[in-house]
Structure formats: C-alpha cells, structure tokens
C-alpha cells in the first residue's frame, strides 16, 4: 500500500470505506480520485480497518504515504505549459 487510493481500495467498495466512516460513498470517490484522505480521517479510518481485520494500517503508514506524495513533482494539466 502506497498510495491513499490503495488503501481505500482496502475495502471492498468505496460505498464500505464510506459507511464505516458514517461519509457519502461520493465524498470517498472524491478522495480515491484525488488520491488524498484528510487527516482528520486518519485515525477513524485506521479504526474502521481493524474492525475488518485489515492489517497494516496505522497513522506511520499514512503519514509515510502522505509525505510520498508531497515528494512528488507538481504536473500542469493536460494543455497547460510549464510557466
């Protein structure tokens, strides 16, 4: 797991991540798209994971995924030249 998408894929659907979480299966889509979970997340999530037997998860392992991603190089949308 290397990524914030990965790890919503832990669950079965978005629609399951969402409901353990008391979210909209739209607001979880959001995040999968975006590849991002907001902190205050985190910690329930991690929570939810457990009570389905999902192992490795834990706020190191999200906080490493979350400063991965900032590592990563800014790309401009498709159609947009680098200033």
């Known amino acids: 797991m290397e990524t914030f998408a990965a790890v919503i894929g832990l669950w079965p659907t978005a ?17 999968r798209n975006r590849n991002s979970i907001p902190p205050e997340y985190w910690r329930p999530l991690i929570a939810a994971g457990a009570d389905r037997g999902i ?29």
Do not use: F, M, Q, Y
Request: charged content about 25%.
């Open 15 to 31: 629609e399951a991540l969402a409901g353990d979480l008391g979210l909209g299966g739209v607001t979880v889509r959001a995040w």
């Open 55 to 83: 192992e490795g998860l834990s706020l190191d392992k999200l906080a490493e995924i979350a400063e991965a991603r900032r590592r990563l190089p800014v790309v401009p949308p498709t159609g947009e030249a680098a200033a």
